[in-house]
């Protein structure tokens, strides 16, 4: 503003251009007239005189972004009798001023894959645009999984009345989960099996065999378990033409029965072999 008026500007050339109105203008030029560069400093304002200075807020910016876990949890809950000196609702305002949030945390994870970005590009491509006439399944195994019983039968949802269910269950052992996904489809092979193994492995590619259809090429995305690069795996892979082994990925942020896995929920009881619409 000053600038301009120095230029030579009048106050309303002033005014338009700066989006201000003439009386402004007006003000800021009479102050650096009369008192230069020391006008164009704020004058103190009415009120309560500020009590946070700019060294506390960046006490609490330093012990917020620098300090461990441990601090950070105390400062976060202490109050005006501890050493901080400022009340929890001055530290609250000072995160919000700064879009900080110490209660919140993410997890990530670095791939070690030397190949990690072409095997990322090569999977999303089979996803998205997968070759003519191909079906691209996504397998993989969940081991481990406890089957779980109710030691009594559920009581139905009734209006007023959630369902209701005992809080003890009779364990049946374990099972292990084989599926392959059709992401383009929503639809999942799934069988499971006493054991994990190679040989397992290979009783749910007899399932995917028949299950595919027949013309279609079958592209399958794995991960690099053991079981899917023994012999028999690959002398049962070589006698059938039609089935192209994928990419082998590493990392479970590209498994894509990973979310149907989690959503299964409920207690494993004695399963048979079916297709699961998702």
């Not at 065999?209 to 378990?225: F, K, S, V």
């Amino acid at each position: 503003m000053i600038l301009l008026c120095a230029a030579g500007e009048t106050n309303t050339n002033v005014a338009m251009k700066l989006d201000v109105r003439i009386q402004t203008v007006c003000k800021w030029r009479q102050r650096f007239v009369g008192r230069r560069l020391d006008g164009l400093l704020d004058e103190p304002r009415p009120g309560t005189p500020r009590k946070v200075s700019d060294k506390d807020v960046e006490r609490v910016l330093t012990m917020t972004l620098e300090s461990p876990p441990q601090r950070r949890h105390a400062l976060e809950h202490s109050c005006g009798s501890r050493p901080i000196g400022l009340s929890r609702s001055t530290i609250s305002r000072i995160w919000r001023a700064f879009a900080l949030q110490p209660h919140r945390s993410e997890s990530f994870k670095l791939s070690k894959e030397p190949l990690f970005i072409e095997t990322v590009r090569d999977i999303v491509g089979l996803y998205l645009n997968p070759p003519d006439r191909a079906l691209v399944l996504c397998v993989d195994e969940k081991s481990q999984i406890q089957a779980l019983n109710r030691t009594q039968p559920l009581l139905p949802m009734r209006p007023g009345q959630a369902e209701r269910r005992t809080h003890d269950y009779t364990r049946h052992g374990t099972t292990s989960l084989f599926a392959a996904l059709d992401v383009k489809t929503g639809q999942v092979i799934g069988e499971c099996h006493r054991r994990h193994r190679s040989a397992e492995f290979r009783k749910f590619l007899d399932t995917i065999d028949p299950a595919a259809p027949a013309p279609l090429e079958i592209h399958l995305i794995m991960d690099n378990y053991g079981t899917h690069k023994t012999a028999m795996i690959r002398r049962w892979l070589a006698k059938r033409p039609t089935f192209v082994r994928g990419l082998q990925r590493q990392d479970t942020s590209m498994e894509s029965l990973e979310n149907w896995r989690r959503q299964l929920g409920g207690e494993f009881g004695e399963i048979h072999p079916v297709v699961f619409p998702v």
